[in-house]
T-cell receptor, first 114, second 112 residues
């Protein structure tokens, strides 16, 4: 399968623990996006990378969230000191080329914070 | 004000009906516009891009009005399989970047 893959698909953690999600984009795609989605809402923009550079981070994102894409390929999203409000689906998407390029999403990583 | 706002749903329509979704965006520097479809418990997938001249893909027609910062999607002859959430998407800003913002989505139920 050459699509976007995310790991783990499901994560249950206790409040206060740290969690990390991984995203492997489509191999030739240079831009990678992270979104958070809760029930009944659209995907909320978190951050995006062009190659290894993080170009923008949502102002709504607290300092507990950090993302990296060290070699311009896979990316990780870490949430420190998780809170119950962090429970959501975390979606990764990748794209290539012009501004009109389609975003291809992974199936997401579902986080439940107890 | 949200960057992308959509009609509140849900829309409940019979098969064969025509349904229209509206969307407004706040950033006049936005450059590209799209409609995505999201099925229940699935990831979003591109339905169609939206161009200033308007574009059509089978039963689906998208329109963009840059002056009013308004985007629409028209679905004709609705099918049961059209039941999904439709997400309005806006990309780009005055920096020339590629930030991509999704609306909250409008849920459509097509019934037999």
């Amino acid at each position: 399968d050459t699509g976007v893959s995310q790991d783990p698909r499901h994560k249950i953690t206790k409040r206060g623990q740290n969690v990390t999600f991984r995203c492997d984009p489509i191999s030739e795609h240079n831009r990678l996006y992270w979104y958070r989605q809760t029930l009944g809402q659209g995907p909320e923009f978190l951050t995006y990378f062009q190659n290894e550079a993080q170009l923008e981070k949502s102002r709504l994102l607290s300092d507990r969230f950090s993302a990296e894409r060290p070699k311009g390929s896979f990316s990780t999203l870490e949430i420190q000191r998780t809170e119950q409000g962090d429970s959501a689906m975390y979606l990764c998407a990748s794209t290539q080329g012009a501004n009109t390029g389609e975003l291809f999403f992974g199936e997401g990583s579902r986080l439940t914070v107890l | 004000r949200k960057e992308v706002e959509q009609d509140p749903g849900p829309f409940n329509v019979p098969e064969g009906a025509t349904v229209a979704f509206n969307c407004t965006y706040s950033n006049s520097a936005s450059q590209s516009f799209f409609w995505y479809r999201q099925d229940c418990r699935k990831e979003p997938k591109l339905l169609m891009s939206v161009y200033s001249s308007g574009n059509e893909d089978g039963r689906f027609t998208a329109q963009l009005n840059r002056a009013s910062q308004y985007i629409s999607l028209l679905i004709r002859d609705s099918k049961l399989s059209d039941s999904a959430t439709y997400l309005c998407v806006v990309k780009g800003d005055h920096t020339g970047g590629f930030k991509t913002i999704f609306g909250a989505g409008t849920r459509l139920f097509v019934k037999a």
